[in-house]
Nanobody, 118 residues
Framework: VQLQASGGGLVQPEGSLRLSCAATGNILRINLMRWYRQTPGKQRELVAT???????IYVDSVKGRFTISRDNAKNTVYLQMDNLKPEDTAVYYC?????????????WGQGTQVTVSS
């Protein structure tokens, strides 16, 4: 199983970006899907979570600006980021709890850089 993240880039403040993360491989089921972010010298921060039932949870700093969603047919999770701020600059990582033939495991994507700057 692999997770492939994409969609990062450079955007001006108040702009928008949409991140995608697709899971591929011998996947039986996917439970939780999450987005984290990390800046140099800081711990990785959980940004948003979506359950298999489409319940969502956000860190306070992104509530009302970010939206996490998933397409189960494509094994893909998205993060729509609106009204971006310079403090959102970070490497964003996707994470998913996936059942394959070996059982349940957590997998990470490779990270995608988001830079918010004028």
């Amino acid at each position: 199983v692999q997770l492939q993240a994409s969609g990062g880039g450079l955007v001006q403040p108040e702009g928008s970006l949409r991140l995608s993360c697709a899971a591929t491989g011998n996947i039986l089921r996917i439970n939780l899907m999450r987005w984290y972010r990390q800046t140099p010298g800081k711990q990785r921060e959980l940004v948003a979570t979506i359950t298999s039932g489409d319940s969502t949870i956000y860190v306070d700093s992104v509530k009302g600006r970010f939206t996490i969603s998933r397409d189960n047919a494509k094994n893909t999770v998205y993060l729509q980021m609106d009204n971006l701020k310079p403090e959102d600059t970070a490497v964003y990582y996707c994470n998913a709890v996936i059942q394959d033939k070996l059982g349940w495991n957590a997998y990470w994507g490779q990270g995608t850089q988001v830079t918010v700057s004028s």
